[in-house]
């Protein structure tokens, strides 16, 4: 394996074309020239970025959810493409989502704040509102989310379906929101090429303070400064290759 002696490789989605490659040497002996993101010291800086911007989001994305359940969203705008079966009453799409996301928000919560000793068994919240639930458990998560994506027992875990990983948590319910939502918002394509997988994948949405790579096997986050002197080294490169 191509490791570095004091560091290990992030096991976010910025290291899946790396893994494969890795896999790929193990089993048939085939070099690859693919760099991997090292953790910071577990997790890579973009992928705790990337979460933390994905865990800010939810709130805005989990009451779009509660309103739909509330109201009794139309079974045809429910959500349920892709799903076993339609809900039995309108609304119950919503509602179960919203369940699964917060229940596992808080279940992470917890477990974060029982494993840095803030919890418990005596020192417990007191029952909230849902609305107040969902604020003051993304609050949570972002105020330990450093300590969560370097130190949770779970942090070295790939970002994949039934891991634990943060990352990967978060990854889960954002996209699981987003889709339900429609708030898929349309992506604006970036004229220069990705710094990491060199392909034309980069894009951002309005309102967005970050531009990011939609290849999943790189997913690089780039803030607008970057991207600006992304831009000029590119630049610069191809004027000077015209020169020669």
């Known amino acids: 394996m191509h490791d570095h002696p004091a560091t290990k490789t992030c096991p976010g989605p910025c290291n899946n074309a790396w893994r494969r490659a890795e896999a790929a040497l193990t089993e048939t002996g085939e070099e690859h020239f693919i760099t991997p993101a090292w953790g910071q010291p577990v997790q890579?800086?973009?992928?705790v970025e990337r979460s933390r911007h994905q865990v800010s989001e939810l709130p805005e994305l989990l009451v779009a959810v509660q309103l739909e359940a509330l109201h009794g969203t139309p079974l045809k705008l429910a959500g349920t493409i892709g799903r076993v079966g339609a809900p039995n009453w309108p609304g119950q799409a919503a509602r179960l989502l919203l369940d699964r996301i917060l229940g596992e928000m808080t279940e992470l919560?917890?477990?974060i704040l029982?494993?840095?000793?803030?919890?418990t068994d005596e020192i417990r919240p007191e029952p909230v509102s849902e609305g107040h639930l969902i604020s003051?458990?993304?609050?949570?998560?972002?105020?330990?989310w450093d300590w969560a994506m370097q130190h949770h027992p779970a942090a070295t875990e790939p970002h994949t379906a039934g891991n634990a990983n943060p990352g990967g948590q978060a990854a889960n319910w954002y996209r699981a929101a987003q889709f339900f939502t429609r708030r898929?918002?349309?992506?604006?394509?970036?004229a220069a090429p990705?710094?990491?997988?060199?392909?034309?994948t980069l894009s951002h949405s309005n309102g967005e303070s970050y531009i990011s790579c939609r290849n999943p096997e790189c997913e690089v986050l780039l803030s607008r400064q970057e991207y600006d002197?992304?831009?000029?080294?590119v630049t610069g490169a191809?004027?000077?290759?015209?020169?020669?």
């Open 44 to 47: 890579c800086g973009a992928c």
């Open 109 to 111: 919560q917890a477990d």
């Open 114 to 119: 029982v494993q840095r000793g803030i919890w």
């Open 136 to 144: 003051g458990t993304t609050s949570t998560l972002l105020a330990h």
């Open 184 to 190: 898929d918002n349309p992506r604006i394509q970036m």
């Open 194 to 200: 990705c710094p990491r997988c060199h392909l034309k």
């Open 229 to 233: 002197q992304h831009t000029k080294e």
């Open 238 to 244: 191809i004027i000077i290759d015209h020169a020669a």
